[in-house]
C-alpha cells in the first residue's frame, strides 16, 4: 500500500527539482560557448519597443529580469520568446503593462468577463496586479534555458507542473525557501 504523504512529497520535490538540475546543468557549462553580445537597456526603453514590434507581428526574444518568476525562469539565466495572443487562459505568462511604463512578466491566475485579469508571479505568495486584456502586450510563447533547450508553453508537462504550483500557494513561500538554498 503507498504512502499518500511520501507520493505527495515526491510529487512537489519533482517539481522544484526541475529548475534546480537546470541550473547545476548550467554551471558545468562551457563560458565560451556564449559568444553572442548582449545590450542590456532599461526596461522603460526597451518594453515600449518590444510591444511595437509585437504589434507589428514579429516575436521577440527578452532575457528575463528579476525574481518573480522562480521557480520556472530565473534571473539573468532564461529567456522568453514573446508573440501576439489570440486569446488568453489562466495560466498564460504575459508581458503586461500594470501601469503607464511598468511593465511585468507574470502569470495570469484569474480573467473576469468584462476583460480585467489577475497577474502574479510564480516566485510571489501574496500580492498581484491588475490590468485589462488590451495591455497586454505579449504571451510568453517558449521558454529558452542556457544551453539551448526550448520549451514550449503549451507543453502539456509544463502546463501540468504550473497547475500544480499554483495549488502550492499555501507553502509557496516555504519551497521558494528551500529552493533559493539549492541554486
Known sequence: MTNPLKSATTR???I???PVRMAKERKYANPDDEQQLHKDLPNERLLPLVRRFINE???????????SMRPFLEHIRDQVTLD???ELH???AVLAEIVPGHFVLHRIIAMTDDGWLTLMGDGNFRGTEHCRVQDVCGIVTEYI???????LASDRWLRWRIR??????PIRRYLLYIYRLTI
Open 84 to 86: 501576439a495572443f489570440d
Open 164 to 169: 500544480q504550483w499554483r495549488r502550492l500557494l
Open 145 to 151: 534555458r542556457p544551453n539551448g533547450h526550448v520549451t
Open 16 to 18: 522544484i527539482a526541475a
Open 57 to 67: 507581428g514579429h516575436t521577440v526574444t527578452l532575457a528575463v529580469k528579476g525574481y
Open 90 to 92: 489562466i495560466g498564460d
Open 12 to 14: 512537489v520535490g519533482r
